[in-house]
């Protein structure tokens, strides 16, 4: 009879636009995760874990119905309680969420937290964009000026720089209050209205929509259209301008370089007054290097805060602006609020791309070479025994072939082998090798770690 065929099991592969972080990578993910904690707490900010869902109404309120992140990216997924859910596509709304629910209202302000954690967007994945991706966010709740965003933004600029990462510039735009919305948006609308047979479908969609994404769009006559299109800046309220000038005065004083961009909107509705993004390159090849781009800042800010944005070269590590609608708008009384987050996933990619080295993992000078079953079993002890006195200690449990292990011990440079086979297990004892000199002793198990201590002068 012939045998019933094995039907070859199916390989799962990960769900698109999500990644393994391997052990290769993970040094990049130590040093971000190390950094973010050193340079938050350096600056008082507390750090605060929400969960990875939330109830969807959080986000079709808080970042609004009519984004892209609400109208198309959002995992949301109904309970078998019937709960109505959502994977966090953002941290903002959440936050916000929790420092109402946690009566953190009661506590002295400026209330100022920190997060690190995974983040998810149906997006189409491409360079620079995934489904599952990691930030760095901080935010500010309780002052209304502008000294807040400009914290949040050097923090990010200091956390950029000491990365090492070069060519960092951010750009900035206000979009007003809800107070001088309704001339910012009369005056967009008026412009759109005169062009809307040659807009996109999209971009007529977006004028009775969310007339702010109108300046988002990618295609290339409604970017020909947004060239000669009124400017935001230009009709905010006179508060709202001196706001976004005094900001400008604290980037010069902390010598952040930037970039006015007037048609930055942000692809969240909560934002008030300041927005602004993270880029990394040159802010305007043609007009030469920060300092000259920033002289002629000067001049155009004397004229009135106005300025072409530049081209674009790459995409945007950070961003983030003021929010002081949000919690208002969440139940919780009216907050003044700011922050900003920085994509990690594309971080990387730049620390990549500009070659940024990583300080190296300790090296191991001392190696443990291991035959037979009970000298595998008894070397659990002696990994500890180095581990407890922080000695870093190189081992190949897996491996049993000596000349194996002798050849990583070599590759790994290590300046002593720690030779530990039958015999040597049965006496309690272990035989220390000088790698270059071939020179060994037999040392007791109980004084092994102080003979190696000596040997490396420790
Ligand atoms: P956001 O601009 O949507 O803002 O995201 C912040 C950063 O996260 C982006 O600049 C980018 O580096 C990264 N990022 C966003 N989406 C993706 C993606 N699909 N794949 C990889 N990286 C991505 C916010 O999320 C706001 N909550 C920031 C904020 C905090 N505003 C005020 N406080």
Redesign the pocket.
Known sequence: MAKPKKQKAKQFQRPRGTHDILPGTQPFWDRLRGLAHDISSFYEFGRIETPHFEDTELFTHGVGNATD?VEKQMYSFKTRGGDQLTLRP???APIARSYIENGMVAEPHPVKLWYFGS?F?H?SPQR????E?H?W???SFGEEGPVVEAEIIQVIHTFLKELGIQDIYVELNSIGCPECRTQVKSQILAYYRSKSKKLCVDCKRRMKENYLRLFDCKEEKCVQIRQNAPQIIEHICENCKHHFKLLLEFMDEAQVPYVLNPYLV???DY?TKTVF??FVGKPDEEKGTVEEVAEEKEEKKEEGVQQQPPPKLS???????R?DGLVELLGGRPTPA??????L??LIEVMRHQKIELSAAPVKRIFLVQLGDLAKRKSLKIIEQFRNAKIPLGMSLGKDSIKSQFTLASKLGAEYVLVFGQKEALDNEVIIREMTSGIQETVPLEKLVDSVKRRLNL
Not at 128 to 131: A, D, L
Not at 315 to 321: C, D, I
């Open positions: 992140i953002e941290g903002t983040f967007r997006e620079g964009r995934f489904r991706f930030q966010g901080l935010e942000r692809g969240l934002y993004e993270f995409f945007a590590v950070a961003g983030g602006g929010y700011a922050g900003g987050a920085v994509g996933e594309r």
